[in-house]
């Protein structure tokens, strides 16, 4: 059974650093592209970035390079989205999801990390 | 970044009601746009890829159409459990960022 599943609520202070994990499972993890979603309280989906762990060949939305940094670690199976210095405005649900190819559409998504960053 | 413009933010329908939303993109994206469903407290799920190709076990009702720069979602009869907003998004190959529309909320009425 194929599955992400991602690390649990964060609750930070502003300036502080975080880093939330999306492991997947019941698949070649290589072989498939991990790309990360933000959502903000009542808000729509936003493309944040992608990386293909095979390779770590990893893309960012304009709006998010260089706030967040995407990595993996294919000996674990795991992606990771991080950042070095939280805002209030950083609060939101977070989700990654899986591609195949650009063909494909994200088939398998993680359950979300709710990142709650208040003084 | 190819923009996309999805139509319209919100609509009300009835049960077994033909619903239509539409998302237009920038640029050519050769069909690859894809929909999602989405109900608060859990994750996006697809329902469409390339288009038109219906993603496993998700209804036949559910049938996405176009090409070029004009895509469409419809659900040929509304369902209760279809309250949901649902989003399309581009990931036309090397274009990154892979961008989502605006988003439809889909109540029934």
């Known amino acids: 059974e194929v599955r992400l599943v991602q690390s649990g609520a964060e609750v930070k202070k502003p300036g502080e650093s975080l880093k939330i994990s999306c492991k997947g499972s019941?698949?070649?993890?290589?072989?498939?592209?991990i790309a990360w979603v933000r959502q903000l309280p009542g808000k729509g989906l936003e493309w944040m970035g992608i990386?293909?762990?095979?390779?770590?060949?990893?893309r960012y939305s304009p709006s998010f390079q260089d706030q967040v940094t995407i990595s993996a670690d294919k000996s674990i199976s795991t992606a990771y989205l991080q950042w070095r210095s939280l805002e209030a405005s950083d609060t939101a649900m977070f989700y990654c999801?899986?591609?195949?190819?650009?063909?494909?559409?994200?088939?398998?998504w993680g359950q979300g990390t709710l990142v709650t960053v208040s003084s | 970044d190819i923009q996309m413009t999805q139509s319209p933010v919100s609509l009300s329908a009835s049960v077994g009601d033909r619903v239509t939303i539409t998302c237009r993109t920038s640029?050519?994206?050769?069909?690859?746009l894809n929909w999602y469903q989405h109900k608060p407290g859990t994750a996006p799920k697809l329902l469409i890829y390339?288009?038109?190709t219906l993603q496993s076990g998700v209804p036949s009702r559910f049938i996405g159409s176009g090409s070029g720069t004009d895509y469409t979602l419809t659900i040929s009869s509304l369902q209760p459990e279809d309250i949901a907003t649902y989003y399309c998004?581009?990931?036309?190959?090397?274009?990154?960022?892979?961008?989502f529309g605006q988003g439809t909320k889909v109540e029934v009425k």
């Open positions: 999801a899986r591609h195949y190819s650009s063909s494909s559409g994200g088939d398998y």
């Open positions: 019941g698949y070649t993890f290589n072989n498939y592209w």
């Open positions: 990386i293909y762990p095979g390779d770590s060949d990893t």
């Open positions: 640029q050519t994206i050769s069909s690859h």
């Open positions: 390339s288009a038109s």
């Open positions: 998004q581009q990931t036309y190959s090397t274009s990154f960022p892979w961008t």
